[in-house]
């Protein structure tokens, strides 16, 4: 891969992923200049020549999403500016992907929306990690590649899996992603039904499978503020799960007190990806298994 055709922009969010993935490409980081105008406007300059050369431009849509989107847009029209043969934009968390329908009348769906303001990039390709539905890539008008952690989340787990574990899905749309979970690990599948209140708070219905005495291996695609977990948990108790439950998720967005509902849910181990910067120290044992090796592979194919 260490062709020389290949700059790697780092996006405010993703300094990590961006080092990371450069690396892997055997790629510079790309030379821009981010500046704030006194009223709050942003700009970006690339101040190298990218003729001839493919940029590669790292983003995590971590809050506040708009800025970041803003930021990388704004980066891609420099990288233009500056001849770039191809710009690439890799943005592994896809945030707003869970609007994907309004609930009531006059309610925006904000992800073809965002997916919409993302596509304005013009970008060759984009390549993104686990959306929050596979349907979303419909609402991409640029190219879009979307990679799995879900076998390297399983990789991850596989060394801590406690005997008779059993895989959970947190809600009845996670199913078959928690199914390809199980199956690479040959655990038996469950699922919690669930329904969202509002954004930060959920019910439970009930728990289908049988989880008595069993540690659990909780499947998501994200946390944000760590409701979903914290009301699954809560049920898998009732349903008399094991006293060993852990979680493996793509997104460890952790918003709000996520980190401490995660806490206070006896979390043995959190199993995530860097597809977001995930904080240094949290009070429960943490593997990150990064994306990078999958997102090489998707730039280089
Ligand atoms: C919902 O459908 C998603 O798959 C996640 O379960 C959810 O978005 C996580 O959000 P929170 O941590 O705020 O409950």
Redesign the pocket.
Known sequence: MGDGRFRVFAGSAAPALSTALAKALDAPLGRFELRRFPDGEAQAEVTESLAGLDAVLVQSFTAPAAERLLELLLLAEGCRRASAARVLAVTPYMAYA?QDRAAREGQAVGGPLFAALVSSGRFDRLVAADL?AEAGEGWFTVPLTQVSAIDLLATAVRPFLPRDAVAVS??L??AKRADRFARALGLPLAIVHKT?QD??S?VVHRVLGDVRGRPIVLV??????????EAAVGALREAGCAANVCVATTHAVL?ED?VRKLANCGLSRLFCTDSVPVPASLPFEVTVASLTPLLAAALGR
Do not use: L
Request: aromatic share 0%; proline share 5%; no cysteine.
């Open positions: 869970r929050h947190p809600d749309g996670g969202r954004g930060r959920v998501d695609d994200m946390i944000a503020t760590g409701g979903t977990i918003a996520a």
